[in-house]
Every structure is written in C-alpha cells, then in structure tokens.
C-alpha cells in the first residue's frame, strides 16, 4: 500500500531554523499536508501543497516539494519553544479517495 | 466559527463491552472522517462519512461501524473491546469531502480499554 516515511525526532536551539522531512511512494499524490500536535491534543493543520507546486510560503512556514523525489520538507524559521510538537506529514489522492495517509511523526525539540 | 468537538474526551472501558464516540463537524461541512491513532501503529483512516453515507472505509474489522446524522454529526461505535481499541480517536470534517478540501480535526477521544 502506499507508505509515508519521516524521521522520528528534531532537536534544534531556539532561533534557529528547523527542517522536517517527509517521502512518501503514492506517484498520484494531489495534496500533501503538514498538521502539528501539542501533547493530549487532536491536530492542528499548518500548511498544504498542491503536488503542480514547488514551494509554498506562509509566514515562518516554507513547505518544498520535489515531486520527482516524492520528498516534502517543512522548514520553521526563528523556531521557539511553543514550536516543540509532534509534527505529520500526511497525503491523499484520487487513489486513497481522499482519505489522509500519515507519517509516524516527527518530534520537534526546541531547547532555549 | 466553532471547531470540530468530540465527546466524550476521555473514556474507560473494559474488554467485552462496546463504545460509542460523537463527532460534531464545522457547521456547513458535511463530510466527516475518522482516524485512530495508537503508538504503534500511528495514525489510520477508519471511514468516511458524507450525507449519511459512509463514502470511504479503512483496513478495520467489523467491529468499528459508523453513521452520521442529518446534521452531519456523527458517530463511531466499536462493539466486543479489545485491549488493543485502546487509543486516540480524531474526527475531522471537511466542507464536502473532496480532494481539495482541508480537513480541520476535533480534540479527539481518548479511548482506554482495560
């Protein structure tokens, strides 16, 4: 079936910028997410990208996406502490019918 | 506008007994999904409801069935638990359930199962 893959765990400094990535192997990929969970919470989405996009920017949030690759980044400028979450890389397609596929998850660190 | 709430947030319940979880969407979205996330397992599609029909439906036994009401709340019911039911239950709703449509995500309930 098709797989979401991201590292497990990000440790940065506060200040500095983070980068989270994600590959996924669904080739029909239409729209790839990244939603965040804060502990004993459900999931706030952050951003998303259409698969005919390469980069999306949205305030500290800069989403690549190498299609050819299947590989999808999230990278947060000036991360601060209340950045420290679990962060999921999720797909959906025609194929899946909409249905989300998640990532396991990266945890976020943010030491000051 | 109000979010995606799920109740009860907390629930214990023993192996053999049945659950029903409640998901009320964004008003005006009319597609509701459901997701199950364990440790291990992560986060996976159980279904997906639309106008009171269940559209899209995941790799889960029988035991997990669904419906949604006219007013597009739904719910979720697991019957004869297992230990292994134990998890975080998150209901997202969407305007239509189409593909280009972000799925906005309740608080979930947490489900354990002794």
């Known amino acids: 079936g098709e797989d979401v893959e991201q590292s497990l765990f990000l440790s940065v400094r506060e200040g500095d910028s983070s980068v989270i990535n994600c590959t996924y192997t669904?080739?029909?990929?239409?729209?790839l997410y990244w939603y965040k969970q804060e502990p004993g919470a459900g999931l706030q989405l952050l951003t998303y990208?259409?698969?005919?996009?390469d980069m999306k920017q949205d305030q500290r949030l800069t989403v690549l996406l190498n299609k050819k690759d299947k590989h999808l980044s999230l990278r947060i400028a000036d991360t601060q502490t209340g950045d420290s979450a679990i962060y999921f890389c999720a797909e959906t397609s025609y194929n899946q019918g909409g249905k989300l596929i998640f990532g396991q998850g990266t945890e976020l660190s943010v030491k000051p | 506008k109000a979010g995606v709430t799920q109740t009860p947030r907390y629930l214990i319940k023993t192996r053999g007994q049945q659950v029903t979880l409640s998901c009320s969407p964004i008003?005006?979205?009319?597609?509701v999904s459901w997701y199950q996330q364990t440790p291990g397992q992560g986060l996976q599609f159980l279904f997906e409801y639309f106008s009171e029909t269940q559209r899209n439906k995941g790799n889960f036994p029988g035991r997990f069935s669904g419906r949604q009401f006219s007013n597009s709340r739904s719910e979720m019911n697991v019957s004869t638990l297992e230990l292994g039911d134990s998890a975080l239950y998150l209901c997202?709703?969407?305007?239509?359930?189409?593909?280009?449509?972000?799925?906005?995500f309740g608080p979930g309930t947490r489900l354990l199962v002794l």
């Open positions: 008003s005006g979205h009319r597609s």
């Open positions: 997202a709703s969407s305007l239509g359930g189409g593909l280009q449509e972000t799925q906005y």
């Open positions: 669904d080739s029909s990929s239409t729209y």
């Open positions: 990208i259409f698969s005919n996009m």
